[in-house]
């Protein structure tokens, strides 16, 4: 279908008179009014199909825009979002991670942070913290059954309502209550200071104090006694949780002895939780290497992908043969064929885009900069290179230049750069400028690479994690500056040539149909004098002619 025409008929250009009006003309003058005003019309027709192509074309590269957008928006929220720090390629805490292995879980176990100690600690539990509890002395029975949690107060012997006060908390018992909703109301009623649990394989209803330690404190003062009979609750006195104590020995020989309100502690940039038992455990802390170039492997793989996807529709060829279709053309086809010719019609719609073009040359030019002060560079010796864009035999290979890859042995380098000089790696990606710098050039030189990169997507799609700004890509995009009814504001984002474009056909198609008319009618007034010249002609022919 490459040789397709491009033009639609507008109303009233169809061979009887066409459109919603009926034009009975050239009876007198045998002329054939609607093919002449129809090739009058054409240069406008032609006029406006072209800038309907354009209007198309505009679209498609808005599309286009957003699609990149909004790759650009997922990658930047997997690599540059402070809402999950744990993946950001420029937060330095990234590139020192520790593992913390536990000889006995049971015992405990830790969490090692970026500034740990590395090591090994001996942790000797001699009691854990405990909060204050109080049992049914024995299983709630409902008949000769243990008692389910749909089991009604009354069922166990409970004949009206009534109190139980716990911990000052003043708490109304129904006796239609079941052990499950008698159960809500202490934790409603206690304000979730009470924790309550009935278990349904030993009967024992379970009322415990949601802190830990010596402060915890728990007392059933008062109530209802046939309620705390049927209960099994018979202790009112008050009873009191238990501090964990342990003792932590470090690395270097020192003990810590702890007597501590809950089960987790933090020292030396580990977070040790006790376990379920008494005992010593050694927690082994050190160096997680793999971590680190894990992160950058995925940050690799992901970038790539983006640059192939970029660099692919930069280079991309546009195909001349396919124009957008119009609406005439659409109705001869199927959605298949439609789909398929408007996929060639796209091709080399952002082909060297100047704006992506800048965005890609200045994430290329971050990764080979010099970084202040980092004291290493990009390079073999770190594991790491750019793409040359060039195959084997020095052809150019579209959406190869600037990728980052691996060298042979790349990842055991990287792991062995974070080894033995992690200060500098972690710099080189990293790095922030201090804040007394204000000149751009100088706050770019000391910028570590990942950190200039967020700052370019910043510049280019905005921060991670928002959708409106004022960004360039978005605002190109997206935002509209003329609002004006004739076309004449300022603003050259998309948008804005969207408008005034649209704009523009309709004043071409208001001028078209008002030119339309205007030959009708004169065409209309030419047979009116034909008709009269006729009957003149006949009337003569009577006079004399006719004798």
Do not use: C
Not at 193 to 206: F, H, Q, R, T, W
Not at 257 to 274: A, E, K, M, R
Not at 279 to 308: E, H, Q, R, W
């Amino acid at each position: 279908m490459s040789d397709m025409s491009i033009n639609s008929t507008p109303s009233g250009m169809t061979g009887s008179g066409g459109g919603d009006k009926l034009r009975i003309v050239g009876m007198s003058t045998g002329l054939d009014v609607d093919g002449i005003v129809q090739k009058m019309l054409r240069p406008q027709q032609l006029r406006i199909s072209n800038e309907k192509i354009r209007l198309q074309q505009m679209q498609w590269k808005q599309e286009a825009y957003r699609d990149i957008i909004k790759d650009i928006k997922s990658f930047q929220d997997e690599f540059f979002n402070v809402a999950k720090s744990g993946s950001m390629v420029n937060r330095g805490d990234n590139y020192s991670v520790f593992t913390a292995e536990s000889g006995d879980s049971d015992v405990a176990a830790a969490f090692a942070s970026s500034n740990a100690v590395e090591g090994n600690y001996v942790i000797d539990v001699t009691r854990l913290a405990k909060q204050a509890e109080i049992r049914s002395s024995e299983g709630i029975t409902a008949g000769a059954d243990i008692a389910k949690l749909t089991t009604k107060l009354s069922e166990i012997g409970v004949t009206a309502d009534g109190t139980i006060q716990i911990s000052g908390k003043s708490i109304s018992i129904s006796k239609d209550d079941t052990l499950l909703s008698f159960t809500n109301k202490v934790r409603n009623g206690t304000e979730g200071k009470v924790n309550a649990v009935y278990d349904e394989i030993s009967g024992m209803l379970i009322l415990q104090d949601t802190q830990t330690g010596e402060g915890s404190n728990l007392q059933i003062e008062s109530g209802t006694d046939e309620i705390l009979t049927a209960l099994k609750i018979n202790d009112t006195t008050v009873h009191n949780g238990s501090n964990a104590a342990f003792s932590i020995t470090s690395p270097y020989g020192g003990t810590l002895d702890v007597n501590n309100q809950t089960n987790v502690y933090s020292v030396n940039g580990l977070t040790i939780n006790l376990g379920n038992k008494i005992g010593k455990s050694t927690i082994t802390v050190k160096p997680d290497d793999d971590a680190p170039v894990k992160m950058i492997k995925d940050f690799i793989g992901k970038y790539n992908s983006l640059v192939d996807e970029i660099q692919s529709k930069l280079t991309e060829k546009s195909n001349k043969d396919y124009k957008p279709l119009t609406d005439e053309q659409k109705k001869q086809m199927s959605k298949d064929e439609i789909a398929s010719w408007e996929a060639k019609s796209k091709e080399g719609i952002l082909r060297s885009d100047p704006m992506l073009t800048q965005m890609m040359m200045s994430i290329r030019r971050a990764f080979f900069d010099k970084v202040e002060g980092a004291g290493i560079s990009l390079g073999k010796d770190l594991g790491l290179d750019t793409s040359s864009g060039l195959d084997e035999n020095n052809n150019f290979v579209s959406g190869e230049s600037g990728k980052i890859l691996f060298t042979v042995g790349g990842e055991e380098k990287l792991k062995q750069a974070l080894k033995n000089n992690r200060k500098e790696v972690t710099d080189l990606f990293t790095k922030t400028p201090d804040d007394n710098i204000t000149d751009p050039v100088e706050k770019y030189n000391n910028e570590g690479i990942f950190t200039r990169i967020n700052d370019i997507l910043i510049d280019y799609v905005g921060r991670a994690g928002t959708s409106l700004n004022s960004a360039k890509l978005t605002s190109m995009a997206n935002k509209q500056n003329d609002f004006s009814s004739y076309g004449s504001g300022t603003g050259n984002t998309l948008p804005d040539q969207i408008h005034r474009q649209n704009l523009y056909l309709n004043k071409l198609t208001t001028k078209m149909i008002a030119d339309q008319e205007k030959y009708y009618n004169q065409f209309s007034a030419l047979e009116t004098a034909m008709q009269k010249l006729s009957a003149q002609s006949a009337w003569l022919y009577q006079q004399y002619g006719g004798q």
